[in-house]
């Protein structure tokens, strides 16, 4: 017994200095930051690539790859991509799935099983359609950031400051996806060739290099609605501003108030209190859309009566008015659609689960048609502000 234990203990010793018998050297992979996904004319599936080539491998020059190749189906083309590069892609550290639009209004599906299934896709990674192609998007250069997917991660953490684009994650477009009543909504991605932005140096002569073109550049705006497995449209940035009060996902943001002619206030507000409720009335169904938001006077335009009592609870009022407009217009577009995007439905469900189940077969028809409405409340709860306003010089 005690010869065997040696045995076994010189066995184990054997096998921790051989190492693992599929290790991966540094060298020999590239890390995959994003990627994108189009549908070809012949029903072919392209994925484009941005890699990173690690610190401590053997390339000298850009650290950043990009590269696409097309396929049957999504794993038949990221492994045809493997003809274009001497690394092995790994794709624990993805970030960002950008889907084409042109794939997103046929079907979704073929691409989230692929995303579902890929053990090495994390479901943090961010899910945005861009509109036009995906794989030109990722060919664009960056301006600020050493490679396009930190950009565009740059603009993710930023859409929390205005309000007026959503970006979601993977892990929840997939339970989304999984209602059959409910809207599902994801990022949107616009890009374009304009000489009208700023840009940085590296741009500019990027540009000269290339006989004064015009070169692309990305814009997070607004909000891509599902319908189904399918791409229905988007929301502008007021809409999507709307959608976020209606559902309580504004982290924060601004609202400018028009009081006088050339007059404004300019809010900035926390995350709203938000709720949707449920009323019977004479066997029909109304939802009440009730928003309470806290904000905080950060500038004006003109020498305004701050601190006249009156004039506050008027702006509170005008603001109050700004915030109902958004909401319904984004509730206009979503009907529209023909995606309840704000879960009404679920609602229904939790308050009058026996109406729910006589009416969620028609739910289609009553969510264009139901009644909604809207109690805004906002408060102002102080002045970001040196007294009430800075002296003009005259």
């Not at 050339?262 to 949707?276: A, E, G, R, T």
Request: proline letters at 2%.
């Amino acid at each position: 017994m005690i010869k065997l234990k040696k045995i076994g203990i010189i066995l184990i010793i054997c096998l921790l200095m051989t190492g693992c018998w599929d290790k991966t050297e540094l060298k020999e992979v590239g890390i995959v930051t994003a990627m994108g996904v189009d549908l070809e004319d012949d029903g072919q599936i392209t994925m484009s690539v941005l890699m990173v080539i690690p610190l401590g491998s053997e390339v000298q020059q850009s650290t950043t790859w990009y590269g696409k190749s097309k396929g049957k189906t999504l794993m038949d083309a990221s492994k045809n991509i493997r003809k274009h590069t001497s690394k092995k892609p790994e794709w624990y550290h993805s970030k960002l799935v950008l889907i084409g639009e042109k794939l997103a209004r046929k079907d979704m599906y073929k691409v989230l099983d692929y995303l579902s299934r890929n053990q090495q896709i994390r479901y943090s990674n961010n899910i945005i359609v861009c509109e036009g192609r995906a794989d030109e998007a990722l060919s664009a250069p960056a301006d600020l950031e050493t490679s396009l997917a930190s950009e565009i991660g740059g603009l993710i953490e930023n859409t929390s400051d205005y309000t007026k684009a959503y970006v979601e994650k993977l892990k929840d477009f997939l339970q989304s996806m999984d209602s059959e009543t409910v809207g599902s909504v994801c990022g949107r991605l616009r890009y374009s060739q304009d000489r009208e932005i700023t840009f940085s140096s590296n741009r500019e002569t990027i540009m000269k290099l290339n006989d004064e073109k015009d070169y692309k550049y990305i814009a997070l705006e607004g909000t891509s609605v599902f319908k189904g497995m399918k791409l229905a449209g988007f929301l502008n940035d007021l809409e999507t501003s709307g959608f976020l009060f209606i559902t309580g996902k504004a982290k924060g943001g601004g609202i400018p108030v028009k009081v006088e002619e050339d007059q404004y206030v300019f809010l900035d507000h926390s995350k709203p209190d938000s709720k949707i409720e449920i009323n019977m009335e004479d066997n029909k169904i109304q939802a009440n859309i009730k928003v309470e938001l806290d904000t905080l006077i950060v500038e004006t335009t003109e020498e305004l009566r701050l601190k006249d009592k009156k004039f506050i609870k008027e702006i509170e009022e005008m603001a109050a008015k700004e915030v109902r407009e958004r909401m319904e217009a984004s509730m206009k577009k979503a009907k529209e659609l023909n995606s309840d995007i704000f879960g009404i439905s679920e609602q229904i469900h939790k308050t009058y689960p026996k109406v729910w189940k006589e009416i969620k077969d028609d739910w289609d028809k009553i969510f264009k048609e139901i009644p909604i409405e809207y109690e805004v409340k906002v408060k102002i709860k102080g002045f970001n502000l040196i007294g009430d306003r800075i002296k003009q010089v005259k």
